[in-house]
């Protein structure tokens, strides 16, 4: 157990649809990164979170966004859903940014099959 | 960018057995990181390990920077250790980049 929650566990879409992802962050951490694991490869960083305010974004298409609450919590929305977007979903917090990381605690992650 | 290798890609083994998990870095990284991720998907982290050695029961974990490679030992392996191991560096404070992984199965 790492403290980081996500819903759902599961999710069938259709292609065009949009999707809105959840993650509560460990208490205490301000900080919330978003990835996405295809099948058979390692998670691939979309963006990160810092108090309320993106703060990093890997090679992903404007139609992936978040959003950050005041309670640091965080939400993924993709839009137009592809194919291609059926992946493992994780969100991963940490205490601070600014500066290396120690680590990050992940949650179980939300299994998306866009059909 | 800094490129990861992990060698091997698919290892199997039989309860009881002792394995070597390898990860090489193209470059001088920040933050070198063991995880597990158990076959339900749950990423967890086995070592912060930047360098010199560690262990933690049953795994141990070197790292040589200066030769910019870790290593992951896993001994009298069991069945609750199948998974995939990736090892990962931090990218400046951003996020971690993640290697593709070893997947390990042990059988009973």
């Known amino acids: 157990e790492t403290g980081v929650t996500q819903s759902p566990t599961h999710l069938i879409k259709t292609r065009g649809q949009q999707v809105t992802l959840r993650c509560s962050s460990q208490?205490?951490?301000?900080?919330v990164s978003w990835y996405q694991q295809a099948l058979g490869q390692g998670p691939q960083f979309i963006f990160q979170y810092y108090r309320e305010e993106e703060n990093g974004r890997g090679n992903f298409p404007p139609r992936f966004s978040g959003l950050q609450f005041p309670n640091y919590s965080s939400e993924l929305n993709v839009n137009a859903l592809e194919l291609d977007d059926s992946a493992l979903y994780l969100c991963a917090s940490t205490p601070t940014t600014g500066g290396y990381q120690e680590t990050q605690y992940f949650g179980p992650g939300t299994r998306l099959l866009v059909l | 960018g800094i490129q990861v290798e992990q060698s091997p890609p698919d290892l199997i083994l039989q309860e009881g057995a002792n394995s070597t998990l390898r990860c090489n870095f193209s470059?001088?990284?920040?933050?070198l990181q063991w995880f597990h991720q158990n076959p339900w998907g749950q990423l967890i982290n086995l070592f912060y390990i930047p360098s010199g050695t560690k262990q933690n029961g049953r795994l141990s974990a070197t790292t040589v920077a200066t030769e910019r490679y870790s290593l992951l030992y896993i001994s009298s392996s069991q069945t609750t250790d199948s998974g995939v191991y990736f090892c990962?560096?931090?990218?400046?404070?951003?996020?971690?980049?993640f290697g593709p992984g070893t997947r390990l199965s042990v059988l009973p």
């Open positions: 208490s205490g951490h301000n900080t």
């Open positions: 990962a560096f931090d990218n400046y404070g951003q996020n971690f980049v």
């Open positions: 470059d001088s990284v920040n933050n």
